[in-house]
Protein backbone atom coordinates (compact mmCIF):
# COMPACT_ATOMS: atom_id res chain seq x y z
CA UNK A 1 0.00 0.00 0.00
CA UNK A 2 1.69 3.78 -0.97
CA UNK A 3 2.46 5.56 1.72
CA UNK A 4 -0.02 8.18 1.36
CA UNK A 5 -2.75 5.91 0.99
CA UNK A 6 -1.91 4.26 4.59
CA UNK A 7 -1.50 7.87 6.07
CA UNK A 8 -4.90 8.99 4.76
CA UNK A 9 -6.21 5.64 6.73
CA UNK A 10 -4.58 6.78 9.80
CA UNK A 11 -5.94 10.43 9.25
CA UNK A 12 -9.46 9.39 8.67
CA UNK A 13 -9.69 7.07 11.47
CA UNK A 14 -8.67 9.32 14.01
CA UNK A 15 -11.86 11.85 12.64
CA UNK A 16 -9.25 14.57 12.05
CA UNK A 17 -10.08 15.00 7.98
CA UNK A 18 -10.66 12.61 4.94
CA UNK A 19 -8.62 12.69 1.86
CA UNK A 20 -9.54 9.41 0.56
CA UNK A 21 -10.93 10.09 -2.79
CA UNK A 22 -8.17 13.16 -3.38
CA UNK A 23 -6.15 13.21 -6.88
CA UNK A 24 -2.36 11.86 -4.80
CA UNK A 25 -0.80 15.68 -4.94
CA UNK A 26 -4.27 16.72 -2.83
CA UNK A 27 -3.90 14.12 -0.36
CA UNK A 28 0.11 15.34 0.45
CA UNK A 29 -1.21 18.49 0.87
CA UNK A 30 -3.72 17.42 3.13
CA UNK A 31 -1.61 15.38 5.49
CA UNK A 32 1.38 17.83 5.63
CA UNK A 33 -1.93 20.39 6.96
CA UNK A 34 -2.63 18.06 9.38
CA UNK A 35 0.37 17.50 10.38
CA UNK A 36 1.00 21.24 10.80
CA UNK A 37 -2.41 21.17 13.16
CA UNK A 38 -0.35 18.90 15.62
CA UNK A 39 0.06 19.64 19.44
CA UNK A 40 3.61 19.58 18.50
CA UNK A 41 3.14 22.75 15.98
CA UNK A 42 1.17 24.46 18.11
CA UNK A 43 3.26 27.33 19.64
CA UNK A 44 5.17 27.73 16.32
CA UNK A 45 1.40 28.11 14.77
CA UNK A 46 0.35 30.80 17.03
CA UNK A 47 2.95 32.88 16.77
CA UNK A 48 2.83 32.47 12.83
CA UNK A 49 -0.59 34.02 12.93
CA UNK A 50 0.90 36.97 15.09
CA UNK A 51 2.13 39.24 12.30
CA UNK A 52 4.54 40.97 14.49
CA UNK A 53 5.49 37.57 15.68
CA UNK A 54 5.83 35.93 11.88
CA UNK A 55 8.61 39.14 10.92
CA UNK A 56 10.41 38.76 14.07
CA UNK A 57 10.84 35.08 13.41
CA UNK A 58 11.86 35.56 9.98
CA UNK A 59 14.48 38.65 10.67
CA UNK A 60 16.03 36.68 13.64
CA UNK A 61 16.22 33.31 11.73
CA UNK A 62 17.69 35.40 8.79
CA UNK A 63 20.66 36.69 11.16
CA UNK A 64 21.42 33.55 12.86
CA UNK A 65 21.82 32.11 9.35
CA UNK A 66 24.45 34.82 8.60
CA UNK A 67 25.85 34.11 12.14
CA UNK A 68 26.06 30.40 10.64
CA UNK A 69 27.40 31.12 7.47
CA UNK A 70 29.12 33.73 7.83
CA UNK A 71 32.28 32.80 7.71
CA UNK A 72 32.24 30.99 4.15
CA UNK A 73 30.08 34.20 2.30
CA UNK A 74 32.54 36.96 3.65
CA UNK A 75 33.99 39.06 0.87
CA UNK A 76 37.31 39.41 2.52
CA UNK A 77 39.80 38.17 5.49
CA UNK A 78 37.96 40.17 8.32
CA UNK A 79 41.43 40.92 10.17
CA UNK A 80 43.32 41.18 6.85
CA UNK A 81 44.64 45.43 5.88
CA UNK A 82 44.20 46.68 2.34
CA UNK A 83 46.52 49.67 2.40
CA UNK A 84 45.05 51.12 -0.48
CA UNK A 85 41.62 51.43 1.37
CA UNK A 86 42.06 53.14 4.15
CA UNK A 87 38.55 54.53 5.62
CA UNK A 88 36.89 53.78 2.05
CA UNK A 89 33.24 54.76 1.86
CA UNK A 90 30.86 51.99 0.60
CA UNK A 91 31.77 51.09 -3.06
CA UNK A 92 31.33 48.34 -5.70
CA UNK A 93 34.88 46.88 -3.67
CA UNK A 94 33.65 47.40 -0.31
CA UNK A 95 30.04 47.40 -0.08
CA UNK A 96 29.88 48.57 3.52
CA UNK A 97 33.40 50.40 3.01
CA UNK A 98 35.89 49.91 5.47
CA UNK A 99 37.74 51.32 8.65
CA UNK A 100 40.69 52.98 9.83
CA UNK A 101 43.02 50.45 8.48
CA UNK A 102 41.24 48.87 5.78
CA UNK A 103 39.52 46.43 6.90
CA UNK A 104 36.67 45.30 4.97
CA UNK A 105 33.55 46.28 7.50
CA UNK A 106 31.28 43.86 5.46
CA UNK A 107 33.30 40.93 6.34
CA UNK A 108 33.81 41.85 10.18
CA UNK A 109 30.19 42.64 10.12
CA UNK A 110 29.88 38.80 9.24
CA UNK A 111 32.61 37.43 11.14
CA UNK A 112 31.08 39.53 14.27
CA UNK A 113 27.60 37.94 13.94
CA UNK A 114 28.65 34.79 15.33
CA UNK A 115 30.81 36.30 18.10
CA UNK A 116 28.05 38.41 19.40
CA UNK A 117 25.19 35.82 18.73
CA UNK A 118 27.59 33.22 20.74
CA UNK A 119 28.65 35.18 23.37
CA UNK A 120 24.75 36.59 24.55
CA UNK A 121 23.60 32.56 24.06
CA UNK A 122 25.95 31.61 26.17
CA UNK A 123 25.50 34.02 28.86
CA UNK A 124 21.35 33.40 28.59
CA UNK A 125 22.38 30.13 28.61
CA UNK A 126 24.09 30.28 32.00
CA UNK A 127 21.44 32.56 33.51
CA UNK A 128 18.39 30.10 32.37
CA UNK A 129 20.53 26.86 34.12
CA UNK A 130 21.55 28.73 37.72
CA UNK A 131 19.08 30.74 38.11
CA UNK A 132 16.42 28.28 37.42
CA UNK A 133 18.20 25.46 39.47
CA UNK A 134 18.17 28.78 42.68
CA UNK A 135 14.14 29.71 41.89
CA UNK A 136 13.29 26.52 41.48
CA UNK A 137 14.86 25.25 45.15
CA UNK A 138 13.68 28.21 46.61
CA UNK A 139 10.78 28.10 45.68
CA UNK A 140 10.08 24.49 46.68
CA UNK A 141 11.87 23.97 49.87
CA UNK A 142 11.74 27.58 51.55
CA UNK A 143 12.03 28.55 54.59
CA UNK A 144 15.57 28.91 55.87
CA UNK A 145 16.73 28.31 52.54
CA UNK A 146 14.17 30.54 51.10
CA UNK A 147 15.04 33.22 52.86
CA UNK A 148 19.36 33.01 52.40
CA UNK A 149 19.11 32.48 48.83
CA UNK A 150 16.23 35.63 48.27
CA UNK A 151 18.49 37.65 50.33
CA UNK A 152 22.12 37.25 48.17
CA UNK A 153 19.61 37.65 45.41
CA UNK A 154 18.28 40.92 46.40
CA UNK A 155 21.84 42.08 47.37
CA UNK A 156 23.04 41.44 44.00
CA UNK A 157 19.77 42.89 42.13
CA UNK A 158 20.53 46.01 44.22
CA UNK A 159 23.07 46.83 41.79
CA UNK A 160 22.73 47.08 38.30
CA UNK A 161 23.15 44.27 35.97
CA UNK A 162 26.63 45.56 33.71
CA UNK A 163 27.34 47.40 36.87
CA UNK A 164 27.93 43.81 38.25
CA UNK A 165 29.19 42.42 35.41
CA UNK A 166 31.83 45.11 34.58
CA UNK A 167 33.21 43.97 38.65
CA UNK A 168 33.18 40.65 37.98
CA UNK A 169 35.05 41.26 34.24
CA UNK A 170 37.60 43.19 36.27
CA UNK A 171 38.12 40.53 38.59
CA UNK A 172 38.81 37.86 35.57
CA UNK A 173 40.86 39.33 32.95
CA UNK A 174 39.50 41.22 29.74
CA UNK A 175 38.07 38.66 27.12
CA UNK A 176 35.54 37.05 25.27
CA UNK A 177 34.85 33.83 27.82
CA UNK A 178 34.76 35.73 30.95
CA UNK A 179 32.35 38.21 29.32
CA UNK A 180 29.77 35.87 28.91
CA UNK A 181 30.45 34.48 32.14
CA UNK A 182 29.79 37.98 33.47
CA UNK A 183 26.58 38.64 31.82
CA UNK A 184 25.54 35.14 32.28
CA UNK A 185 26.23 36.13 36.38
CA UNK A 186 24.91 39.38 36.11
CA UNK A 187 21.26 38.03 34.70
CA UNK A 188 20.80 35.50 37.36
CA UNK A 189 19.29 37.60 40.55
CA UNK A 190 16.19 38.91 38.62
CA UNK A 191 15.90 35.34 36.45
CA UNK A 192 15.79 33.57 39.80
CA UNK A 193 13.31 35.78 41.61
CA UNK A 194 11.21 35.87 38.25
CA UNK A 195 11.21 31.57 38.55
CA UNK A 196 10.52 31.61 42.11
CA UNK A 197 7.31 33.22 41.63
CA UNK A 198 6.33 31.05 39.15
CA UNK A 199 7.23 27.82 40.85
CA UNK A 200 5.43 28.98 44.38
CA UNK A 201 2.42 28.74 42.34
CA UNK A 202 3.12 25.44 41.49
CA UNK A 203 4.31 24.07 44.63
CA UNK A 204 0.68 24.47 46.30
CA UNK A 205 -1.10 22.96 43.37
CA UNK A 206 -2.53 19.33 44.45
CA UNK A 207 -0.82 17.01 42.22
CA UNK A 208 2.82 18.36 43.85
CA UNK A 209 0.92 17.54 47.22
CA UNK A 210 0.01 14.27 46.09
CA UNK A 211 3.44 13.22 44.72
CA UNK A 212 4.46 14.86 48.06
CA UNK A 213 2.14 12.10 49.96
CA UNK A 214 3.11 9.08 48.08
CA UNK A 215 6.72 9.80 49.22
CA UNK A 216 8.25 10.95 45.70
CA UNK A 217 11.67 12.60 46.65
CA UNK A 218 12.01 16.53 46.73
CA UNK A 219 14.47 16.17 43.36
CA UNK A 220 11.85 14.38 41.32
CA UNK A 221 9.05 16.42 42.36
CA UNK A 222 10.98 19.22 41.43
CA UNK A 223 12.65 17.96 38.37
CA UNK A 224 9.23 16.78 36.82
CA UNK A 225 6.43 18.20 37.96
CA UNK A 226 7.77 21.85 38.89
CA UNK A 227 10.13 22.64 36.03
CA UNK A 228 7.90 21.31 33.52
CA UNK A 229 4.71 22.96 34.53
CA UNK A 230 6.83 26.54 34.40
CA UNK A 231 8.23 25.93 30.97
CA UNK A 232 5.76 28.46 29.70
CA UNK A 233 7.06 30.96 31.66
CA UNK A 234 10.76 29.97 31.36
CA UNK A 235 11.03 30.46 27.71
CA UNK A 236 9.08 33.81 27.81
CA UNK A 237 11.91 34.93 30.13
CA UNK A 238 14.72 33.60 28.41
CA UNK A 239 13.87 35.57 25.12
CA UNK A 240 13.23 37.99 26.82
CA UNK A 241 17.05 37.90 28.61
CA UNK A 242 18.56 37.83 25.16
CA UNK A 243 17.91 41.12 23.98
CA UNK A 244 19.45 42.80 27.43
CA UNK A 245 22.25 39.51 27.15
CA UNK A 246 23.32 41.18 23.09
CA UNK A 247 23.30 44.58 24.76
CA UNK A 248 25.51 43.82 27.19
CA UNK A 249 28.20 41.81 25.37
CA UNK A 250 27.89 45.38 22.91
CA UNK A 251 28.12 47.30 25.62
CA UNK A 252 31.86 45.35 27.38
CA UNK A 253 32.85 45.34 23.82
CA UNK A 254 32.22 48.83 23.65
CA UNK A 255 34.32 49.87 26.39
CA UNK A 256 37.11 47.28 26.00
CA UNK A 257 36.13 44.26 27.92
CA UNK A 258 34.97 41.65 25.90
CA UNK A 259 36.09 40.67 23.03
CA UNK A 260 39.66 41.67 21.90
CA UNK A 261 41.19 42.97 18.79
CA UNK A 262 41.04 41.94 16.10
CA UNK A 263 38.55 39.83 16.96
CA UNK A 264 35.46 41.32 15.25
CA UNK A 265 32.50 41.91 17.56
CA UNK A 266 30.09 44.78 17.17
CA UNK A 267 29.90 46.88 20.07
CA UNK A 268 33.85 46.72 19.63
CA UNK A 269 33.55 47.74 16.06
CA UNK A 270 30.91 50.31 17.35
CA UNK A 271 33.66 51.99 19.50
CA UNK A 272 36.37 51.75 16.67
CA UNK A 273 34.00 54.45 15.14
CA UNK A 274 33.10 56.43 17.31
CA UNK A 275 36.25 58.61 16.78
CA UNK A 276 35.55 59.18 13.10
CA UNK A 277 31.79 59.66 12.84
CA UNK A 278 31.81 62.96 11.19
CA UNK A 279 34.25 61.04 8.97
CA UNK A 280 33.13 57.83 8.08
CA UNK A 281 30.27 57.72 9.50
CA UNK A 282 29.62 53.98 8.24
CA UNK A 283 31.88 52.18 11.04
CA UNK A 284 29.14 53.18 13.29
CA UNK A 285 26.57 53.14 11.12
CA UNK A 286 25.99 49.40 10.19
CA UNK A 287 27.26 47.91 14.01
CA UNK A 288 24.75 50.24 15.75
CA UNK A 289 21.69 49.56 13.19
CA UNK A 290 22.69 45.30 13.41
CA UNK A 291 22.30 45.16 17.38
CA UNK A 292 19.38 48.16 17.21
CA UNK A 293 17.45 45.37 14.50
CA UNK A 294 18.62 42.03 16.67
CA UNK A 295 17.16 43.50 19.69
CA UNK A 296 14.42 45.34 18.70
CA UNK A 297 13.85 41.52 16.93
CA UNK A 298 13.97 39.60 20.57
CA UNK A 299 11.65 41.98 22.31
CA UNK A 300 8.94 41.64 20.21
CA UNK A 301 9.39 37.73 19.88
CA UNK A 302 9.33 37.77 24.00
CA UNK A 303 6.37 39.91 23.77
CA UNK A 304 4.58 37.80 21.48
CA UNK A 305 5.78 35.02 23.59
CA UNK A 306 4.13 36.66 26.69
CA UNK A 307 0.93 37.48 24.79
CA UNK A 308 0.67 33.79 24.07
CA UNK A 309 1.25 32.19 26.98
CA UNK A 310 -0.43 34.23 29.22
CA UNK A 311 -3.26 36.38 27.33
CA UNK A 312 -4.03 38.85 29.89
CA UNK A 313 -1.06 40.39 29.79
CA UNK A 314 -2.14 41.46 25.99
CA UNK A 315 -2.30 45.58 25.76
CA UNK A 316 -1.22 45.83 29.38
Request: with cysteine; glycine share 8%; charged share 15%.
Amino acid sequence: MPFWTRASTTVHRKGACSVSGLSRNAQIQALQQQEWQAPRFQLLRKLWQKRTARYSLMILFAIVILGIIGPWIAPYDPTKTYYDAFLEGPSKDHLLGTDAIGRDLLSRMLYGTRVTLMVAVMAVGITFVLGTLIGVVSAYVGGIVDNILMRIMEVLLALPGIILALAIVAVLGPSQTNAMIAIGISSIPAFAILIRSAALTIKSSGYVEASRSIGSSNWWIMTNQVIPNIFNVLIVYTTLFVGGAILDTSALGFIGLGAQPPTPEWGTMLNEGKDYLSDAWWLATFPGLAITIIVFTVNILGDALRDIFDPKSQGK
